[in-house]
């Protein structure tokens, strides 16, 4: 089922009640900001106008910059990057909190500035994730819930997930520094080859 947000006029906005950072999580650290667009006309499965210029400077990237990874609507996840160095999962719980993750399969390490943009009860509460380093195959995994109000039905009510988009920035990837344990065997390695060739001469 294909939602669009589009209605001849936007509803009452009722307000963000508890939403903030917090509610989006990257192993269990909270969102870098936080934008809640109360319209009942911007859907993120269809543009960044509900964080792009509330984002802008944290995160340096331009409006036009950022890329859709993936979606979520009510038929799951599709990957829309054109390579497959980062994967996305989403699952839901219920149906205002749940759990995601991102995965670099990636050789190299990855940083990007990193968007959950989110469409429930005719809002877009969107979360940014700035400067995020991602390990090479690394995964990341993620919790997130909605606690902004509902201007699309009861008002006192918070709303379930409708859909979501992954925005990316752009991506900057490093040489994987290899891990101090990684050192210690190279040494070890380099270490026994001079102890055999010492031997060799003096045999």
């Known amino acids: 089922m294909t939602l669009v947000g589009a209605a001849a006029h936007a509803a009452p906005t009722p307000g963000p009640g508890l939403s903030s950072a917090n509610d989006v999580t990257l192993n269990s650290v909270a969102a870098s900001q936080y934008a809640l667009v109360q319209h009942a006309e911007i859907n993120p499965i269809q543009s960044t106008d509900g964080f792009a210029s509330a984002f802008a400077a944290l995160s340096g990237t331009a409006a036009n910059a950022w890329v859709q990874a993936a979606t979520v609507e009510q038929n799951g996840l599709a990957d829309k990057l054109a ?4 994967t996305f999962t989403f699952a839901k719980t219920t ?4 759990t995601w993750s991102i995965t670099n399969t990636n050789t190299q390490n990855a940083t990007l500035d990193l968007v959950l943009s989110f ?7 969107s979360f940014l994730f700035n400067n995020q380093a991602v390990g090479a195959g690394q995964t990341l995994m993620g919790d997130w819930k909605i606690q902004w109000l509902n201007n699309a039905g009861s008002a006192d009510s918070v709303p379930d997930f409708s859909n979501l988009a992954f925005y990316t920035g752009p991506v900057q990837f ?4 290899p891990e101090p344990a990684t050192y210690g065997m190279l040494l ?3 270490g026994l080859i001079g102890l055999i060739a010492r031997r060799r001469r003096q045999a």
Request: aromatic share 4%.
């Open 83 to 86: 390579n497959d160095y980062l």
């Open 174 to 177: 490093t040489t994987a520094v």
């Open 188 to 190: 070890g390695g380099l």
């Open 119 to 125: 469409h429930a009860g005719n809002n877009v509460g």
């Open 95 to 98: 149906g205002t909190n749940g």
